[in-house]
């Protein structure tokens, strides 16, 4: 276990330098103090958390002071927004303090976000406000407790000094960490320039870091061709994580978009309340461009970019690489698909494979949105019911305002059941490990920024220890898991952040 400020800086993002990467030092902030640090992610990069409770993390993690030894970055991306390309964006306000690994091999990024102006900061101010920050640290450790590929949150730093939005709030420094934050807009933004002998250097740092065995085919075109396949699977998996959780990004802009899968850059995302195939988190996007059931196909969609601005990797000839391109891209559909119906047939108890499978689930979902029946308590709550053709329906059936379109959906699920899934207590334990009790509901997210708005944090810390174990009953807790409050229906977030 080691202190924060005396990590072993790597610095590859330094040693690469421009264009990938401007060395920046953070800017000062007024007087930070600490929020909240979260044990998890301190154990990932073995620091000892006891001892940077006590000795203060705030002045390292507001980048106040610098690490011995850090060579700290920001790194240049571009990327697709809404279907456009949209230029040099980069690292606008995240500062990356270098890079690590830990005792178990594994590399991380840390990096500051909210840290002061960089040079891709544009017309911003390079700051982060508390509000958005907790929704990221409560988000990303909401999804990491689900087993979803994601950045973790390390820490948030506050500071009175004030950040000017629609109103004046309290700017946030939240600490992130990451094994890479490489994006697909890191490599559009060379494309795009033209900077085509600036791809293969990037595109090596990736695959030498994260896929050792990618990194041992010989052949340059082979290996890339085997990565890209590698993002486009990562890409696909990760998306079905999030239609099975009913999780909706709400900015999947290609800058927003990891190579390594990982889900990226929290602003206006939403877990569902009632189901509702069409649902839109990011009241900004009136064309509903990111929608619940928009993500697989924009998913498709980014990883195309991602594959145009990688194509001088893939062969030499333009037309022999958009070949290639568009091969390797006629996967993802597959691999969406049977990554999806797993997870589906998964969270209704469901062990083996049948035809019928994604009509059933396709039935269910339509009961659903009908009824608008909340997404985690319905299948938290099929969880329950016994298989036998005579046994109530309860609590499933409850979930629902037309009981009769439920029960009726019941009775072909328990025949689906059959033999192999009779077993009731096998099936709930199986089903409660699949489907989560607990999601960062919006109007728990809202709770908590009102709290720590008031500089009360304990609400950030009671939700990220239930959100840490959702699959778990915590009956203590148990009002988490109800439907939301009236107030809540009326909600709005946008990209302000
Ligand atoms: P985001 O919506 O957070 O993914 O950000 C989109 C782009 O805007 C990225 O290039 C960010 O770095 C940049 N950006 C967002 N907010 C700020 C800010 N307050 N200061 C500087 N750059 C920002
Ligand atoms: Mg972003």
Known sequence: MQDLWALDWRNRGAAMGEPWYTRQQPTAIDAPYPVVFNDDVAALLDVDSARARREGYAEVLSGNRM?????????????????????????????????????????????????????????????????????????????????????????????????????????????????????????????????????????????????????AIENDAERYRAWVAEVIALTAELVADWQAVGFCHGVLNTDNMSVLGLTLDYGPFGFMDSFDPEWICNHTDEAGRYAYNQQPAVGLWNLGRFVQAILPLLADEPDAAVEVGQQLLEDYRGLYDRAYLARMRAKLGLCDALDGDADLIERLLKVMAVDGADFTRTFRALGHVSAAPRATGAPFADEFVDRDAALAWLADWRTRLGETDADDARRAERMRLVNPKYVLRNYLAQSAIERAGQGDYSEIERLHAILRRPFDEQPEHADYARLPPDWARGLMLSCSS
């Open 67 to 215: 690490p011995d030894g850090a060579a700290p970055v920001s790194h240049r991306y571009g990327g697709h927004q809404f279907g456009v390309w949209a230029g040099q964006l980069g690292d606008g306000r995240a500062i990356t303090l270098g890079d690590i690994v830990n005792a178990r091999g594994q590399a991380y990024d840390i990096q500051l976000k909210g840290a002061g102006k960089t040079p891709y900061s544009r017309f911003a101010d390079g700051r982060a406000v508390l509000r958005s920050t907790v929704r990221e640290y409560l988000g990303s450790e909401a999804l990491a407790g689900l087993g979803i590929p994601t950045t973790r949150a390390l820490a948030i730093v506050g500071s009175d000094a004030p950040v000017y939005r629609e109103t004046v709030e309290t700017s946030a420094i939240l600490t992130r960490v990451a094994p890479s934050l490489v994006r697909f807009g890191s490599f559009e933004m060379l494309f795009y320039h033209r900077q085509f002998d600036q791809l293969a250097p990037l595109a090596d740092h990736v695959i030498a870091t994260h896929h050792a065995e990618i990194a």
